[in-house]
């Protein structure tokens, strides 16, 4: 692997795909990332551009209509980019033989578990969000059938738009939340997902779905008081429960990743409280 694509480099797992792979042990190693603004992956001719440039060994996509709430509304723009975009890229990245490493969602899931949820498990889109994320995993793999798709959960980094960082906002504003306590899952830090990405793609692993989180487990009310505890944060917390902060998309009630899989490839995932320490330590420093 000396030259890779990214694509969705603006966002925050894109960010941290590039941290990871300049850390990646290979002094040879160009990277080509590209933004929003850069690359638009509904876009063929963009596409064919970037490919021409980057003439990548892997490509990563992390590009992705990611709005749960607002794609309700805009089922076709959510569309565009989850499933056609996702399937147009890929299908280019197969008939120039780039490997494609593609993220996915624990949205995907059928929400009729209570044990950790495994790749081969039910899957069920139950907003439009989630519908269009399998639809474009099934489009993913018709187009490239050697790609690796990274199913993942609650995914957070310093930067952009996470739960993570509006407790923080929210908690310097106000002095207290409700926060949803009968959801839950697996927290999971961007850098951490990133380096599990880099690793699967260099591995030459069976192709297919593969599950990433950090271990352990927690409701978003079990994450919030997290992040003020460890930042210091005052602000009083209240456990709601889900019909009392309703949505316009339903969200998972039990989604836990098993990780079995992709551990046995890239090393097991360290637990998500060390991981969100990590996080807020640099984020004081930005």
Not at 166 to 188: A, C, F, H, N, Y
Request: include cysteine; charged fraction near 25%.
């Amino acid at each position: 692997m000396k030259r890779i694509m990214i694509c969705g480099g603006g966002g925050q797992l894109g960010q941290k795909l590039i941290g990871a792979a300049r850390a990646f042990p290979d002094d040879d190693l160009r990277i080509f990332s590209y933004n929003r603004s850069t690359l638009d992956i509904t876009k063929p001719a963009d596409l064919r551009a970037a490919l021409d440039e980057a003439k990548p060994d892997v490509c990563f996509n992390a590009a992705a209509y990611t709005a749960v709430d607002r794609a309700e509304a805009e089922a076709a723009k959510c569309r565009a980019v989850n499933v056609d975009g996702a399937a147009r890229l890929a299908s280019a990245c197969y008939g120039r033989n780039i490997g494609f490493v593609h993220f996915s969602t624990d949205y995907v899931y059928d929400d009729g578990y209570n044990r950790p949820l495994r790749e081969g498990d039910r899957t069920l889109g139950t907003s439009v969000y989630a519908r269009t994320k399998l639809e474009g995993e099934n489009a993913v793999m018709k187009e490239h059938p050697d790609a690796y798709i990274i199913r993942t959960s609650w995914v957070y980094a310093e930067y952009g738009h996470n739960f993570v960082r509006t407790m923080l906002r929210l908690g310097k504003e106000r002095e207290s939340l409700g926060i949803v306590s009968d959801q839950i899952g697996s927290p999971t830090y961007a850098a951490d997902l990133a380096a599990a990405a880099i690793k699967l793609a260099e591995s030459k692993a069976e192709p297919g779905v593969y599950n990433f989180s950090n271990s352990g487990v927690a409701s978003w009310y079990d994450l919030a008081h997290a992040v003020f505890e460890i930042s210091g944060t005052d602000c009083h917390l209240n456990p709601i429960r889900t019909e009392q902060y309703p949505t316009p998309a339903k969200r998972p009630s039990y989604s836990v990743l098993d990780t079995t899989k992709i551990a046995e490839i890239t090393g097991p995932p360290r637990n998500w409280r060390e991981a969100l320490k990590e996080c807020l330590v640099k984020l004081e420093t930005l």
